[in-house]
C-alpha cells in the first residue's frame, strides 16, 4: 500500500487557498479513482482508499492545521505500518514558480511548517514531497499571509490544470518514482 498525503488548513475559510493546493491534488486523485473521504478518528485525518494502477492507495488530509500535521501523519505510517518510501506528501511552494511542479526526497523544509511538522514527528527528512509552485508573495507582502489568499479568479483556471497535472506525476509515483521526478520536472509554468 502506498499513502498519499496533501497538506492543508481544515474549515471552508482556508478552501481555494494556496496553502491547500496539496489536498486539492489528493482530492482530484480520489474523484479520478472513485474515492470518498471519511474521518478516521484514531489518525486526525481524513481518508479514501483508492487502487490506481493495480495498488491499494491510500488518500489522506490531516483534520489540523498545517504546523500540527506530523502527528496525523506518524499516526497513519504507524498504523498501516508502512515504510516511509511508500509515504508521498504533497504541498504547496512559494520558492518554486507558479505553475512548477518538483517531486523531491531528502530535502530540508524550506520553511513550510507543515514539512517542519513531519520532519519532526518522522525523524526524518527522508519521505517523498510533490511541491507545487504557488510563485513568491508580491513586494513585502508575509509570506504567510500570502499562502492563506485564495487564488485569482485569473489564476484559478491554471491551477486547475496544475493540480491534474500533480494528479498525474502522484499516480505515475506508485508505479515508478523516477519516472514521476521525470514528469513533474516536465510542467511548466504557463507565460503570464
Same mark, same amino acid.
Given at each position: 500500500m502506498r499513502i498519499v498525503v496533501g497538506l492543508r488548513n481544515p474549515g471552508s475559510e482556508y478552501e481555494g487557498t494556496r496553502h491547500n493546493v496539496g489536498h486539492?491534488?489528493?482530492?482530484? @486523485?480520489? =474523484?479520478?479513482?472513485?474515492?470518498? /473521504?471519511?474521518? %478516521? +478518528?484514531?489518525?486526525?485525518? &481524513?481518508?479514501?482508499?483508492? &487502487?490506481?494502477?493495480?495498488?491499494?492507495?491510500?488518500?489522506?488530509? $490531516?483534520?489540523? /492545521? %498545517?504546523?500540527?500535521?506530523?502527528? $496525523?501523519? =506518524?499516526?497513519?505510517?504507524?498504523?498501516?505500518?508502512? $515504510?516511509?518510501?511508500?509515504?508521498?506528501?504533497?504541498?504547496?511552494?512559494?520558492?518554486? $514558480? /507558479? *505553475? #512548477?511542479? +518538483? @517531486?523531491?526526497? *531528502? #530535502?530540508?523544509?524550506? *520553511?513550510?511548517?507543515?514539512? #517542519?511538522?513531519? &520532519?519532526r514527528s518522522l525523524g526524518t527528512n527522508l519521505f517523498a514531497r510533490l511541491k507545487v509552485g504557488v510563485g513568491r508573495p508580491p513586494g513585502r507582502m508575509d509570506p504567510a499571509v500570502y499562502v492563506l489568499r485564495r487564488f485569482s479568479p485569473r489564476e484559478r483556471p491554471e491551477v486547475d490544470l496544475v493540480v491534474e497535472d500533480a494528479a498525474d506525476v502522484v499516480e505515475t509515483w506508485i508505479v515508478d518514482p523516477e519516472a514521476a521526478r521525470e514528469l513533474a520536472g516536465r510542467r511548466r509554468a504557463s507565460p503570464g
Amino acid at each position: 500500500m502506498r499513502i498519499v498525503v496533501g497538506l492543508r488548513n481544515p474549515g471552508s475559510e482556508y478552501e481555494g487557498t494556496r496553502h491547500n493546493v496539496g489536498h486539492e491534488v489528493v482530492a482530484a @486523485l480520489a =474523484r479520478r479513482h472513485g474515492g470518498t /473521504f471519511r474521518r %478516521m +478518528r484514531r489518525t486526525r485525518c &481524513e481518508t479514501a482508499t483508492v &487502487e490506481i494502477s493495480g495498488r491499494k492507495v491510500l488518500l489522506a488530509a $490531516p483534520m489540523v /492545521f %498545517m504546523n500540527q500535521s506530523g502527528g $496525523p501523519v =506518524r499516526s497513519l505510517v504507524d498504523y498501516y505500518r508502512l $515504510p516511509l518510501d511508500h509515504l508521498l506528501v504533497v504541498h504547496d511552494d512559494i520558492d518554486l $514558480p /507558479f *505553475g #512548477r511542479l +518538483r @517531486l523531491v526526497s *531528502g #530535502r530540508g523544509s524550506g *520553511g513550510h511548517n507543515g514539512v #517542519r511538522s513531519l &520532519e519532526r514527528s518522522l525523524g526524518t527528512n527522508l519521505f517523498a514531497r510533490l511541491k507545487v509552485g504557488v510563485g513568491r508573495p508580491p513586494g513585502r507582502m508575509d509570506p504567510a499571509v500570502y499562502v492563506l489568499r485564495r487564488f485569482s479568479p485569473r489564476e484559478r483556471p491554471e491551477v486547475d490544470l496544475v493540480v491534474e497535472d500533480a494528479a498525474d506525476v502522484v499516480e505515475t509515483w506508485i508505479v515508478d518514482p523516477e519516472a514521476a521526478r521525470e514528469l513533474a520536472g516536465r510542467r511548466r509554468a504557463s507565460p503570464g
